[in-house]
Nanobody
């Protein structure tokens, strides 16, 4: 029902910036909370940033002050602006949409930060 297509991942040097995009299949932001999860090798998937259907945002302590999540309703797209990237930010990043009891996941996009 809801499809999420991610783009923008890649290789970047430490201290650099990268912006991820998540394009939704339809107008979903009024009813779904959105989030960016990430999973590093050998670790559990964690929530890096989220934005509610009302527009409120939350960030993991590890990314607070460096990452910004936003959404553009006209484009049906969620963004994750990542600044001052660190090697520990290296992970597969997944876009997520949820509203109990439904949840949807993107395919994931690889972000690699070199030293």
């Amino acid at each position: 029902q809801v499809q999420l297509v991610e783009s923008g991942g890649g290789l970047v040097q430490a201290g650099g910036s990268l912006t991820l995009s998540c394009a939704a299949s339809g107008s979903v932001f009024s009813i779904y909370d959105m989030g960016w999860y990430r999973q590093a090798p050998g670790k559990q998937r964690e929530l890096a940033a989220s934005i509610t259907r009302f527009g409120g945002t939350n960030y993991a302590d590890s990314v607070k002050g460096r990452f910004t999540i936003s959404k553009d309703g006209a484009k049906n797209t969620v963004y994750l602006q990542m600044n001052s990237l660190k090697p520990e930010d290296t992970a597969v990043y997944y876009c997520h949409a949820g509203s109990f009891p439904q949840d949807y996941w993107g395919q994931g996009t690889q972000v690699t930060v070199s030293s």
